[in-house]
């Protein structure tokens, strides 16, 4: 039997059809984690005025051509009231829902920084893609609705970028915290996840909504069962693990310029 390939997903089949990828879709939930790719691929702020997001909303989008590929970054921007980066899976879904509809990209990549479980091999600086997604703080005991909760998903799979990248593969739970409960570790450790974040399942899943393909790279910030506390690890560690990120997204880029999406 031909080993399964990212043709055989549902969200292959319009892009498919088209050719070549023209559009890529970058979303990235933190500043920090934007602008070394927005410098990268060289692109430029579409002004607040001329916006194709709805007036009042904070998401920012840069865009611009890179190696016959068009690519729009967007950013769910600062929280108005805070000023701090609307992380999290609401407004990653929001940006996504809204980057879909008006920016219609052949391929989504959601890059970001994670937690890693050193149990599962991950490790400062590595960067994965992951395989799976899933929510580990979406309780709801009824049956049915709790596979519901937990959403858990194929991601849209990628084989060639995996070889030819050597990147780690694993899965990924997302859920609105950077620290972990005693609930979240049971949820995550039952989701067989490697690594865990505050945005990914949300992605996939308004990207599966509109059969978009999706995939997801992920830099280790902090090892969440580790000896140090989160926060001052992640801290500590963000602007350095940031450019293993984006050596990572580039060369994921590089890779789709001028493939179609069976090729990746
Ligand atoms: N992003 C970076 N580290 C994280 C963690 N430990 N949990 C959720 N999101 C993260």
């Not at 602008?35 to 865009?63: C, Y």
């Not at 990248?165 to 609930?183: A, E, I, N, R, Y």
């Not at 069962?225 to 060369?251: H, S, W």
Request: proline letters at 6%.
């Amino acid at each position: 039997m031909a080993p399964p390939s990212s043709s055989d997903h549902p969200a292959a089949a319009a892009v498919e059809a088209a050719g070549a990828i023209s559009k890529v879709l970058i979303v990235i939930a933190m500043q920090t984690e934007a602008l070394p790719l927005v410098n990268k691929f060289q692109l430029v702020e579409a002004p607040t005025d001329e916006s194709v997001f709805p007036k009042g909303a904070p998401w920012t989008r840069f865009h611009g051509n890179y190696k016959g590929l068009h690519i729009d970054l967007v950013w769910p921007g600062k929280d108005p009231v805070l000023g701090v980066d609307s992380v999290g899976t609401v407004s990653a879904a929001l940006v996504t829902y809204a980057s879909i509809q008006l920016l219609k990209p052949d391929l989504i990549i959601n890059a970001g920084t994670a937690g890693g479980f050193k149990a599962k091999g991950a490790g400062i600086g590595d960067v994965f893609l992951a395989t799976d997604v899933a929510f580990h703080d979406r309780r709801i005991p009824i049956p049915v609705f709790d596979s519901y909760g937990i959403g858990a998903r194929k991601t849209f799979a990628t084989p060639n970028i995996v070889k030819e990248l050597s990147l780690k593969v694993g899965k990924l739970s997302t859920g609105d915290s950077l620290d972990m409960s005693p609930h979240d570790e049971s949820a995550i450790l039952s989701n067989d996840a490697t690594i865990k974040d505050m945005e990914g399942a949300a992605v996939a899943y308004v990207a599966d909504m509109f059969s978009t393909p999706a995939i997801f790279v992920k830099a280790v910030t902090d090892i969440v069962d580790g000896e140090k506390p989160t926060a001052e690890e992640f801290l500590q560690n963000l602007i350095a693990v940031t450019m293993a990120l984006d050596v990572a997204v580039t060369k994921v880029v590089d890779f789709i310029s001028g493939k179609c999406i069976s090729e990746l």
